[in-house]
Antibody, heavy 118, light 108 residues
Framework: EVQLVESGGGLVQPGGSLRLSCAAS????????MSWVRQAPGKGLEWVAN????????YYVDSVKGRFTISRDNAKNSLYLQMNSLRAEDTAVYYC???????????WGQGTLVTVSS | EIVMTQSPATLSVSPGERATLSCRAS??????LAWYQQKPGQAPRLLIY???TRATGIPARFSGSGSGTEFTLTISSLQSEDFAVYYC??????????FGQGTKLEIK
């Protein structure tokens, strides 16, 4: 059974940093692209970033470029999102999702809440 | 950036009736479109990809159609568990993705 479990969310002040993790199991993690998607409270879904199987390619939505970094550790079956210079508008539930590389997100974690507030 | 626009924002339908949800792309995305269902407090679930192919385990009452810039998700006979928010997503601009703003399907 495919499982994705996010962790690392919490309350952080504007300008602060946070690192999210996603532990994957039930599939060959190193064979898949992976994505982060976020959802602000009461709002829709926004794709944030994705990363190729070997980490050699990474892509970001414009609003987080230069502030967020996606990475992975295939030996640990883990995906990460380092978030720096956080802003109030980054407040959201952050989901990790398996990216089929055909473009669809076929499995999702339950999400971790990031709140940016003073 | 490809902008995805869903309509209506909210759709009220009675159980057993048909629901039709629309998604429009600001430029052609060919058939590179997916639909997701999200229930309150849950993660999204993939329903449809390639505009019309049901994902594994998705009931046949869900169907997708369209290509280019106009797409439709149809639920043929609404069940109680189908009331949720539905999102379309384009992946024609792979590996950059955009979602529509969602359609809330509520019980009439």
């Amino acid at each position: 059974e495919v499982q994705l479990v996010e962790s690392g969310g919490g309350l952080v002040q504007p300008g602060g940093s946070l690192r999210l993790s996603c532990a994957a199991s039930g599939f060959t993690f190193s064979s898949y692209w992976m994505s982060w998607v976020r959802q602000a409270p009461g709002k829709g879904l926004e794709w944030v970033a994705n990363i190729k199987q070997d980490g050699s390619e990474k892509y970001y939505v414009d609003s987080v470029k230069g502030r967020f970094t996606i990475s992975r550790d295939n030996a640990k079956n883990s995906l990460y999102l380092q978030m720096n210079s956080l802003r109030a508008e980054d407040t959201a539930v952050y989901y990790c999702a398996r990216d089929t590389a055909a473009g669809t997100l076929d499995y999702w974690g339950q999400g971790t809440l990031v709140t940016v507030s003073s | 950036e490809i902008v995805m626009t869903q309509s209506p924002a909210t759709l009220s339908v009675s159980p057993g009736e048909r629901a039709t949800l629309s998604c429009r792309a600001s430029q052609s995305v060919s058939s590179n479109l997916a639909w997701y269902q999200q229930k309150p407090g849950q993660a999204p679930r993939l329903l449809i990809y390639g505009a019309s192919t049901r994902a594994t385990g998705i009931p046949a009452r869900f169907s997708g159609s369209g290509s280019g810039t106009e797409f439709t998700l149809t639920i043929s006979s609404l069940q109680s568990e189908d009331f949720a928010v539905y999102y379309c997503q384009q992946y024609n601009n792979w590996p950059l993705y955009t979602f529509g703003q969602g359609t809330k399907l509520e019980i009439k």
